[in-house]
């Protein structure tokens, strides 16, 4: 954090390695981990000291400036090769957040596409690592902003409820679908926001809600379970959550729990949006059923702190992410604008036309 303003960004590039806010120790302890080492970068994304999805990806990128600083050869064609080594472990960390695989693969391709010595291709490297922390920096307040103009005309202040983590600590800051609720703060049209708790590794307890307390931005949170009750008695106006990897076809995977929350919302009447980069889409997957969910360890669900909350011989199941159908998904809003989950797809066709 900036100790002039309040902001908040987790993954920040900083004498010559990278500050990570260790997500795992908040709110009891605001702290950094100082990684030089790609390896290192590989266990902060898979231990989720640094997570969501935008920011897996800046953190990737930076990742691949580390692993490429180490390889000591002034042969290029030796250099690519170990450079895809280190693509490789990092591509291991995480299976569903595409950002992760999006920002590697950019890294590598400016790797290819740089001529001269290997020492300007790490430079390079760096630069572009930079680049899609300060571009995804401006993605997210695009987003933000796009947001304002979907939200409900009535009432004038919305509450607004969120699951799991997409705010400045899940991106370069400012945050995704965290972000639609700070632009909304600021035009005064946010009465509060309700965070679920988000089981099993309470992101929104834990990071949405401490994001929230740092700005003044009122917010109520409640366990997952409590999503359906509250929407019947009129306390929630709109959903929005931030996104994993969106297919084609608009179907969203997000944190474990988003698809209940989608179906409830369909339920109740109440637009449920999906706030997202465009490299959070994956044109490459007609559908969600071809995404990839990462699953967890059981721990996660058996473990609160040091204490253990079930029996021995109980067996678990624990799927990170879930897959919300586009059928429930009122619209997508990216940095280039609002889209219904069909029109994504035509957008692209007409890009790269
Ligand atoms: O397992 P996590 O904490 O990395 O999951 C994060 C989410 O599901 C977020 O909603 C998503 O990555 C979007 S972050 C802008």
Request: proline letters at 4%; glycine letters at 6%.
């Amino acid at each position: 954090m900036n100790s002039s303003t309040n902001q908040v960004y987790s993954v920040i590039w900083h004498n010559n390695s990278v500050s990570l806010i260790d997500q795992t120790r908040l709110p009891s302890e605001y702290t950094f981990v100082e990684i030089s080492r790609c390896e290192d970068m590989a266990q902060a994304i898979k231990t989720m000291i640094v997570r969501g999805a935008p920011a897996i990806g800046v953190a990737a990128a930076y990742g691949m400036y580390l692993g490429a600083r180490e390889i000591e050869t002034g042969d290029r064609d030796e250099f690519l090769n170990h450079l895809e080594k280190v693509a490789e472990l990092l591509r291991s960390t995480r299976p569903t957040a595409v950002n992760l695989f999006w920002a590697i693969s950019r890294m590598m391709r400016t790797a290819y596409e740089t001529l001269g010595t290997i020492e300007e291709i790490k430079q390079t490297l760096l630069q572009t690592a930079q680049a899609i922390n300060i571009e995804d920096l401006q993605t997210c307040h695009a987003i933000g902003d796009n947001g304002l103009a979907v939200l409900p005309k009535t009432p004038a202040q919305l509450t607004i409820l969120t699951h799991c983590n997409a705010g400045a600590l899940a991106t370069a800051g400012y945050g995704t679908a965290l972000g639609v609720v700070r632009s909304a703060f600021r035009e005064g049209r946010l009465a509060r926001l309700f965070a679920d708790e988000t089981r099993p590794r309470l992101q929104g307890a834990r990071l949405t809600a401490w994001e929230c307390v740092q700005e003044g931005i009122p917010v109520t949170v409640i366990t997952d379970s409590m999503a359906a009750h509250c929407m019947k008695q009129g306390l929630i106006d709109v959903v929005i959550v931030g996104a994993d990897r969106i297919a084609a076809n608009g179907d969203t995977a997000n944190k474990i729990g988003t698809y209940s929350l989608a179906l409830v919302a369909k339920a109740h009447n109440i637009p449920f949006f999906v706030a997202a980069p465009l490299s959070t889409v994956d044109f490459s997957l007609s559908d969600g059923s071809r995404i990839p969910i990462e699953e967890r360890n059981s721990e996660e669900i058996y473990k609160i702190g040091n204490t253990i909350l079930t029996a021995s011989g109980v067996e678990f199941y624990n799927p990170a992410f879930d897959v919300t159908p586009s059928k429930l998904i009122t619209s997508i809003v990216t940095e280039h604008g609002v889209f219904s989950p069909e029109e994504l797809i035509k957008y692209q066709e007409k890009k790269v036309a």
